[in-house]
């Protein structure tokens, strides 16, 4: 079979053994890879209810047919396994140099099972996998940990590695690679640390097979040409995402103050411009052409690789107006290995636990002296960095008031940056994304804004599926970096074409739909099987606040969601899905998508409606 190896590297380290197993060819076409391989793994091997942070949890790293194969932005992995922050499905998607070099090993996947009793990395040359012990790397930070595992396995292998943060079981700790790629945000960092495992090294130098050799050069060739050539390529070379947080004030998006509101009034002093103002160099993912790691010096001279989100989250979020500090922050959970989003989440909620004195530590708006020990405090669990080392949810529960309306996340995943108090589609696709709340199944807030903010329509609905369908589910599975395409509209087409040409297979959008819409009804029957009769739909609700606290400032000062009309979106959405009103998987939806064997599984844990 073309386009695949069918084979899934097993390492389990508790036993100290290592296997490759074979992946049948109809559950490639089933799952295609990535994301959608992941969770196949994860719903057949996990017995539900284990620990996440116990051996049996299993860390997924998981390639597309488009990983590594000549094209736009497709330098990408997607990270997998239960996540310790949620107790769900947990996944994230990283751009490395590790995918290219996992492919060119000879794999699909890798599947880390079991845990270590001491420190160790894995080194992976071709079909030959070594165990090493890492006891020498234990405590260090990624940065040092790359560069001296680099100095000995050679500059051009791939490195996913944690830092202390993934260590210390950070529940929201993150794989990162290349000093400023990161991914996993439900806390896969923290599922590697607790197998031990602080790096895998990757070097491959087999030819990844592909079904038509010259026509992958050919479309992608063309792809490159059309990126280069579109209309916003130059401005996107200047700023990146980071062009986002002039948008998101514009239009009363910007997370400010732990999202109480969506303006910053110094939103000037760390946008895209600021940043461009500071920009020392520019990094990405292997195979783009249109890179996107803008890095800065930092306040304290230092190299730090910005993006939206975590600007806006390590920004506005705290009240921080000043980029170099911001930059700071971001740099130091990058070597940490700790994700922004969450960070900022937990720091914005402490902030304001602190003014409403839910706890007796002092932090205030915008101290970043405060801000920077907290963060290392939180790495290290020291102190009241251990309580917040656990995220808003469960530390919501344990300082309780009124605390759970402002704890923002959907299911435990801490909120990314747009604010919703004026977004009922974006607010719909934050809590139903299958990770818990993120925007890169759905970002509808752009869509949403242009048709109208106000209103609660099945259209929206529509939107966010549609967008989920291409989202998380054509680009997480194939696995590519999907911002050729939103920011500068290279055609789905393209990847159409390239997995044809790479595996030979021709699908049209309705088949990839159908895999998408295959993949989240295996991820939320995952959800299920994990929680059993304590689902229900308020898990699908976005926070409180946005419901019950209006905006006080901006243009949009006043605003608010209507739980009632939000309510009747979801059942919208269920309806579309084919899921009951509960937001579990009819049996007949399941049965469509070819998974009877899931639905007979789910059977045990609840009733399905037919
Ligand atoms: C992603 C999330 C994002 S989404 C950002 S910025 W963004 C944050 N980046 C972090 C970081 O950096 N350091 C850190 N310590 N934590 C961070 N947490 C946050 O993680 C990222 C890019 C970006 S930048 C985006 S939108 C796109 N995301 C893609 C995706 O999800 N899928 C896909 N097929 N293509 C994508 N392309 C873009 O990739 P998570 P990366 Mg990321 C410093 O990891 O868990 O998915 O969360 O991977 O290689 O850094 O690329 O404005
Ligand atoms: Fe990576 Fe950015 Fe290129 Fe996407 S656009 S592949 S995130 S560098």
Not at 307 to 321: F, H, K, Q, R, T
Not at 402 to 420: P, R, T
Request: aromatic share 10%; glycine share 10%; charged share 30%.
């Amino acid at each position: 079979m073309k386009g695949w190896w069918g084979k899934v590297l097993r390492i389990n380290l508790s036993e100290n053994k290592v296997s490759v197993q074979k992946i049948e060819a109809e559950t490639l076409v089933k799952f295609i890879g990535g994301r959608g391989l992941a969770a196949k793994i994860l719903w057949d091997e996990l017995k539900p209810g284990i620990d996440p942070l116990s051996p049996e949890n299993k860390l997924i790293i998981a390639a597309g047919p488009l990983t590594g194969v000549v094209g736009p932005s497709t330098g990408k992995l997607v990270v997998a396994a239960k996540s310790p922050l949620t107790n769900g499905y947990g996944d994230g998607n990283i751009g490395t140099n590790a995918s290219v070099q996992l492919r060119k090993a000879g794999y699909d996947a890798i599947v880390v099972e079991g845990a270590s009793k001491k420190p160790v990395y894995i080194y992976i040359e071709d079909d030959k996998v070594d165990i090493i012990s890492a006891e020498g790397l234990w405590g260090r930070d990624t940065f040092e940990t790359e560069r001296l595992l680099k100095e000995v396995h050679g500059k051009d292998v791939g490195v996913l590695l944690i830092g202390p943060a993934g260590e210390n079981l950070v529940r929201y700790a993150t794989i990162i690679s290349q000093e400023g790629r990161s991914g996993g945000r439900p806390g896969i960092g923290a599922v590697m640390g607790s197998k031990k495992l602080k790096a895998i090294v990757i070097r491959g130098t087999k030819e990844i097979p592909v079904a038509d050799k010259n026509e992958v050069v050919k479309v992608a060739s063309e792809a490159y040409r059309e990126i280069k050539n579109a209309p916003a390529y130059n401005f996107w070379m200047r700023q990146g995402t980071m062009a986002t947080i002039e948008w998101s004030n514009t239009n009363s998006v910007l997370p400010t103050f732990n999202f109480r509101e969506g303006v910053f009034d110094f939103y000037r002093l760390i946008d895209g411009y600021s940043m461009e103002a500071m920009k020392v160099t520019q990094r990405g993912c292997p195979n783009c052409n249109m890179i996107c790691g803008n890095v800065v010096i930092d306040y304290e001279k230092e190299l730090s690789e910005l993006d939206y989100e975590n600007v806006a989250m390590l920004g506005s979020n705290i009240g921080l107006g000043h980029l170099g500090k911001v930059a700071t922050l971001n740099k130091l959970a990058d070597k940490y290995g700790i994700d922004t989003i969450s960070l900022g989440n937990v720091l914005a909620f402490a902030t304001e636990a602190s003014e409403k004195k839910l706890i007796d530590e002092k932090i205030e708006w915008g101290d970043f002296k405060k801000y920077k020990e907290l963060v290392e405090d939180i790495a290290f669990r020291r102190g009241l960095g251990d309580l917040l080392a656990e995220g808003t949810k469960r530390i919501s529960e344990k300082i309780k008031g009124d605390s759970w309306k402002w704890a923002m996340n959907v299911k435990g995943l801490e909120i990314s940056a747009y604010d919703c108090h004026a977004a009922p589609a974006m607010a719909l696709a934050y809590a139903t994304s299958p990770i818990g709340a993120h925007h890169k199944d759905a970002w509808v807030i752009a869509w949403e804004v242009k048709v109208g903010r106000t209103t609660y329509t099945k259209e929206k609905v529509e939107k966010v599926i549609e967008l989920q369908r291409i989202r998380g589910g054509i680009f997480e599975t194939l696995v590519a970096c999907r911002l050729p395409w939103i920011e500068l509209g290279l055609k789905l087409e393209y990847y159409m074409r390239l997995f044809k040409a790479a595996t030979g297979i021709d699908m049209t959008l309705n088949d990839y739909y159908k895999v998408a819409d295959r993949v989240y009804a295996l991820i939320r029957a995952f959800w299920v099987r994990e929680y059993g009769e304590k689902w229900s739909r308020e898990m699908d609700y976005p926070p409180a606040r946005w419901f019950e606290e209006p905006l006080t400032k901006g243009p949009l000062k006043g605003a608010h969601l209507d739980r009632e009309k939000y309510d009747t979106m979801l059942s919208w959405y269920y309806e579309i899905r084919g899921w009951d009103e509960r937001g579990i998987p009819r049996k007949s939806t399941l049965e469509e998508l070819g998974l009877s064997d899931v639905a007979r599984e789910l059977e045990k844990y609840v009733e399905l409606s037919k």
